[in-house]
């Protein structure tokens, strides 16, 4: 009895220290079809804290290495490049979407299957992470019509 309370309290305090106040939702990781070693991650970023949340890493368990892109045009075709980190406002949302920002995954070995989850971690620059879990999905229909990220 006296252990549980003692270790729930431990929790809290390793917790406490820089607890952002993330919001996750939106969020999917497109599937894979076998052989497919790259795909991307999507979701909508909120803060409700009065503070920026920087996140300077992601990490996907079921991928080699996560990197934060961002999709742009160049000379009329869609490009990409990377991304240091992503700020967060304080009160503010950030969308990770197809055609904008998103999360790289390579070296994914598995094929990912609409229906599964997948488990990120986003490391933020006060030393706090958090953990969540995406869904798989298939190709969703976007608004842009955009069919590569
Ligand atoms: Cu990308």
């Known amino acids: 009895m006296y252990k549980i309370v003692a270790i729930k309290l431990l929790f809290c305090l390793i917790a406490m220290p820089g607890l952002a106040d993330i919001l996750l939702d939106h969020g999917f990781v497109r599937a894979t079809p076998p052989g497919q070693k790259m795909t991307a991650a999507y979701m909508c970023l909120t803060n409700s804290g009065a503070e920026d949340v920087v996140i300077e890493g992601v990490s996907i368990k079921i991928a080699a290495r996560t990197e934060i892109h961002e999709s742009y045009v160049r000379d009329g075709m869609m490009a990409m490049r990377q991304l240091p980190l992503i700020t967060v406002p304080a009160g503010g ?5 197809p055609g904008g920002m998103h999360m790289m995954l390579f070296g ?3 094929p ?4 599964e989850e997948v488990n990120i971690v986003l490391q933020y620059k006060n030393a706090a992470s958090q953990q969540f879990y995406l869904p798989v999905q298939r190709q969703r229909m976007t608004s842009n019509h955009n069919t590569y990220h």
């Open 93 to 97: 949302r950030v969308e990770l979407v």
């Open 108 to 110: 994914v070995t598995n």
């Open 112 to 115: 990912l299957n609409e229906g």
